[in-house]
């Protein structure tokens, strides 16, 4: 790991402990060459997954767009990128447990975050909905509103 002070490739660890959730592990290193300390963070990274989206097109799993929408939902909310970090994780854990044969269907992905966002914040829950389920007019979304 290369020291985010000095750039020197030489730091070691000083002590790794699991996060909360048991999805990462957080790592305190020290930079050998200036003495720096800084934390790292490992998570699991899913590998050879498949998305099929609604036009039946495949691609492959992104989890920068998971987070990318579940950012914009929380854009201006009250939580940390810890919070947003473990709902990832978590709905991370679930799809790939669902996936069969590496495949998931979208529609997949987008309910397990919705069920996980709407236990963290209505506000952020409503947010996506509103762009997951593609709410055509101002009754859609009075429904969705009166479900909370």
């Known amino acids: ?3 985010p002070n000095c750039q020197d490739e030489d730091t070691k660890v000083l002590d790794s402990r699991p996060v ?3 999805s990462a592990i957080r790592r305190r290193r020290e930079c050998e060459k200036c003495g720096f300390r800084f934390s790292t963070y490992e998570e699991m990274e899913i590998l050879d997954l498949y998305v099929l989206k609604k ?3 495949k691609e492959l799993y992104s989890r920068e767009k998971l987070e990318k929408g579940i ?3 929380f854009e201006k909310r009250p939580h940390t990128d810890d919070t947003l970090r473990k709902l990832v ?3 991370e854990q679930e799809i790939y447990k669902k996936a069969k044969d590496s495949v998931i269907k979208s529609t997949e992905i987008g309910e397990a975050l919705m069920k996980r ?4 914040d209505k506000i952020a829950y409503i947010r996506f909905a509103s762009v997951y389920r ?3 007019d101002v009754d859609e979304f009075k ?3 009166k479900k909370l």
């Open 55 to 57: 036009d039946g097109r």
């Open 89 to 91: 994780s978590g709905t």
């Open 117 to 120: 966002v709407k236990k963290v």
């Open 71 to 73: 950012r914009r939902a």
């Open 143 to 145: 429904e969705e509103l």
């Open 1 to 3: 790991m290369r020291c």
């Open 20 to 22: 909360e959730d048991g």
């Open 134 to 136: 593609c709410f055509e």
